[in-house]
Nanobody, 122 residues
Framework: QVQLVESGGGLVQAGGSLRLSCAAS????????MGWFRQAPGKERGFVAA????????AYADSVKSRFTISRDNAKTAVYLQMNNLKPEDTAVYYC???????????????WGQGTQVTVSA
């Protein structure tokens, strides 16, 4: 069984920054791809960023490229999402998830956290 627990969400003004964390346990963390997804009210959950098990490869949604950075610490079994220059349209619940393959496709992620709310005010 895999457990993922997100933290770090909150309320921030546009242009501000937040760092999300996701603590993982259960699966062999160091061999799994980790991803961040987000879901705004009334919208489908969508891909934000992913990082391969070795951190050698990352991928980002076009809407967050150059503003968000995903990283991981395999020794701490944690993954992070540094979010800079936040915009009101970044407001959503952010979820971390794990997958046995490197992908941006939501359906290939088999374990999910409970989510953390990020609200960006104009």
């Amino acid at each position: 069984q895999v457990q993922l627990v997100e933290s770090g969400g909150g309320l921030v003004q546009a242009g501000g920054s937040l760092r999300l964390s996701c603590a993982a346990s259960g699966r062999t963390f160091s061999s799994s791809t980790m991803g961040w997804f987000r879901q705004a009210p009334g919208k489908e959950r969508g891909f934000v960023a992913a990082i391969s098990w070795s951190a050698a490869t990352t991928a980002y949604a076009d809407s967050v490229k150059s503003r968000f950075t995903i990283s991981r610490d395999n020794a701490k079994t944690a993954v992070y999402l540094q979010m800079n220059n936040l915009k009101p349209e970044d407001t959503a619940v952010y979820y971390c998830a794990t997958s046995p393959r490197f992908t941006s496709t939501l359906s290939f992620y088999d374990y999910w956290g409970q989510g953390t709310q990020v609200t960006v005010s104009a």
